[in-house]
């Protein structure tokens, strides 16, 4: 009778610890989730423009040299892209660092001269949500298109789902149980080579009708 009531106890102890209240996976030897917490103690303003795309201006200061000759120019922007123009216009689609080429062109006495300088790029940083709706309810989110700088090596995820769940992966699924207006919020965390810590958060707002 010892022995069975034994069991019985273990049992009741492995369902206890493999769930709690928030969701969290507490069973020994995985790691715990700590998206509620974090939420519950940021004090991050999140970004609600998280779906944009990268815009850029740039303008080269010269269109003929100091004696009247023509320069022409051709801006090679880091992304397989290539524009000519004094000033041009692009939209990235990645978040990053980008060496952007300007060549600039002029002839003189029938010679032709060219000219390369580099700039270097730093395109944002964004917590950037993509979903995917499943059906009515669930959704599938994505954050691994978000960006946090060259120096930092993302090392967390950290989910609110605006129904009252969380969870802690680069891929997430949450299930609606109810139709209404959804804020989804993700906090990137980075950590750099000499351990300092960076948090990012983004917005979506979903509608589930």
Known sequence: MYHQFLLFYIFLLVVFCKTDRGGEQTIEGE???KASEVFRST????DLANDRLYCVELQANDRED???NLVSHLWLLGDGNMKPGNKVEHCYNVYGTYDVQ???TKKVEGIEFKDTTTYVLDVGEIALIQEIKEDRFVYFFDGSSSYIGEEFKV???YWSFGDGNYACDMLVTNRYTKPGEYEVKLIVEGISGNGEIRQIC???RITIR
């Not at 004090?43 to 999140?46: D, P, R, S, V, W």
């Open 31 to 33: 790691e715990v989730c």
């Open 43 to 46: 004090a991050l303003n999140c």
């Open 66 to 68: 100091a004696t009247g």
């Open 102 to 104: 300007l060549i600039s």
């Open 155 to 157: 090392a967390n995820y």
């Open 202 to 204: 983004g917005i979506k």
